[in-house]
């Protein structure tokens, strides 16, 4: 890829260090030994060396109901540096933030140039102002600032590069960019259940490209991504029946639950309040369900009905459903254990996609409101800055974390009072 590095330096140099401002204090954070980081990151393979053994037991085994044995690399090597020093491992966090800060500005550059012709604003500009809001987004500290949510870190990067990957595979028509989208769809589930979406997304950018469905050369190239995400979706299933129960809840419940996290993604994207590291679901999968979780399904269907209507506009469509394909497998519609109801890693590639759609809605109003738009960007970012920086200092280690979401529980509770 000659172009891969192509992002103007004052911008690399503007996104890396905008990215450090708001993360500077996760570099003084410990693991949070009450919170999976003592089960993920501190365990016998992450101490295991770099012999045959361990690395064979890292590959074919499952290990606590998960299986990322590329996180676990990521650990070992880590640990290889200065053993189970917290300083290394977050600023390896950081870097991993970093690195897909940049990628999400070339990830964009390349999609919307797929249609440059029909992009009525500036491609590199929008690039820009989508990453540099996504480097700043307080719900992304949860995926940088603990340890054990590295992994969402590290599957985005090798999807977000399979996707490029890819982009320069149907516009090129060389082997080799087609094996590499193959290979990073890989390292990506190697790092991240999550990643199984990947196929699909890929047939959405085929459609937003133009290419017809119709040919058989689309239907076959599709072949292997869908037989590698069924082999995927059969090992996640496998770790889900090793450890604990699957999601008891009935279908019905799961369809509310459903709308309420699309809601809650949404909402959370636009306007961060509240965060938190549990979100528990509202009900035991026993009890009655809350009449106001019915009208979230009724909003998600409002919402599909208007896209459906807007269905030329394909910048529209194509980040819409970006932001519902990332999330299929994590708002509760397949029956997974699961311990919250939503939760803000599993947003990490979507978020993007909201984000970009406010960009595209201010650009829809620029030309007559171009000094109000500054100063709500202006003030935006500086809210989401700010955030991120504080909540990052929430997740110093265990006790913090707990005090801060009691802080909120008591808030939330005064307040319904």
């Not at 599957?155 to 989208?181: C, D, N, P, Q, R």
């Not at 076959?220 to 604990?244: C, D, H, N, P, R």
């Not at 549990?278 to 009890?287: A, N, Q, T």
């Not at 994590?330 to 970009?356: E, G, K, Q, W």
């Given at each position: 890829m000659k172009n891969i590095l192509v992002i103007p330096r004052y911008q690399i140099v503007i996104l890396i260090l905008i990215t450090c401002a708001v993360y500077v204090p996760v570099i003084g954070n410990n693991f949070l030994y009450t919170w999976d980081d003592q089960i993920m990151i501190i365990n016998s393979r992450t101490s295991g060396d770099w012999n045959f053994s361990n690395l064979k037991d890292i590959f074919s085994s499952f290990h606590a109901g998960q299986y990322s044995p590329l996180f676990q690399m990521n650990s070992l090597l880590l640990y290889s540096i200065d053993k189970y020093n917290p300083v290394i491992f977050h600023l390896a966090s950081v870097l991993w933030q970093i690195a897909n800060v940049l990628i999400i500005w070339l990830f964009i550059k390349k999609i919307l140039q797929l249609r440059k012709d029909d992009i009525p604003f500036s491609i590199p500009t929008m690039a820009f102002l989508t990453?540099?809001?996504?480097?700043?987004?307080?719900?992304?500290?949860?995926?940088?600032?603990?340890?054990?949510?590295?992994?969402?870190?590290?599957?985005?990067?090798?999807?977000?590069?399979?996707?490029?990957?890819?982009?320069?595979?149907?516009?090129?028509?060389?082997?080799?960019?087609?094996?590499?989208?193959?290979?990073?769809?890989?390292?990506?589930?190697?790092?991240?259940?999550?990643?199984?979406?990947?196929?699909?997304?890929?047939?959405?950018?085929?459609?937003?490209?133009?290419?017809?469905?119709?040919?058989?050369?689309?239907?076959?190239?599709?072949?292997?991504?869908?037989?590698?995400?069924?082999?995927?979706?059969?090992?996640?299933?496998?770790?889900?029946?090793?450890?604990?129960?699957?999601?008891?809840?009935?279908?019905?419940?799961?369809?509310?639950?459903?709308?309420?996290?699309?809601?809650?993604?949404?909402?959370?994207?636009?306007?961060?309040?509240?965060?938190?590291?549990?979100?528990?679901?509202?009900?035991?999968?026993?009890?009655?369900?809350?009449?106001?979780?019915?009208?979230?399904?009724?909003?998600?269907?409002?919402?599909?009905?208007?896209?459906?209507?807007?269905?030329?506009?394909?910048?529209?469509?194509?980040?819409?459903?970006?932001?519902?394909?990332?999330?299929?497998?994590?708002?509760?519609?397949?029956?997974?254990?699961?311990?919250?109801?939503?939760?803000?890693?599993?947003?990490?590639?979507?978020?993007?996609?909201?984000?970009?759609?406010?960009l595209y809605a201010a650009k829809m109003f620029w030309d007559k409101h171009k000094r109000l738009i500054v100063l709500l960007f202006s003030v935006y970012s500086l809210y989401l800055g700010t955030y991120t920086f504080r909540y990052t200092k929430q997740w110093k280690d265990s006790d913090t974390i707990r005090e801060y979401a009691r802080e909120m529980l008591n808030k939330e509770n005064n307040n319904q009072k």
């Open positions: 990453a540099f809001l996504f480097a700043i987004h307080p719900l992304n500290v949860e995926a940088v600032a603990w340890l054990s949510g590295i992994k969402a870190l590290i599957y985005a990067f090798f999807f977000l590069l399979g996707l490029i990957a890819y982009i320069y595979y149907i516009t090129t028509y060389k082997v080799s960019y087609f094996v590499g989208a193959i290979g990073c769809f890989l390292l990506s589930f190697l790092g991240k259940e999550q990643a199984v979406t990947f196929p699909l997304v890929i047939v959405l950018i085929d459609w937003f490209a133009g290419r017809s469905f119709r040919d058989k050369t689309v239907i076959t190239e599709k072949i292997v991504f869908f037989s590698m995400a069924s082999l995927f979706g059969v090992i996640t299933i496998l770790t889900q029946g090793i450890e604990g129960d699957p999601n008891p809840y009935k279908l019905f419940h799961r369809i509310a639950f459903a709308g309420y996290a699309l809601f809650e993604y949404v909402t959370k994207s636009i306007l961060p309040v509240k965060l938190n590291f549990l979100y528990p679901f509202p009900i035991l999968p026993d009890e009655k369900l809350p009449l106001h979780f019915l009208i979230y399904p009724v909003l998600v269907s409002a919402v599909g009905i208007w896209i459906y209507f807007n269905r030329k506009n394909r910048l529209l469509v194509f980040w819409t459903l970006f932001f519902v394909i990332n999330l299929l497998f994590s708002i509760n519609l397949i029956s997974m254990a699961r311990h919250a109801i939503v939760a803000d890693r599993y947003l990490y590639i979507s978020i993007m996609a909201i984000l970009f759609l406010m």
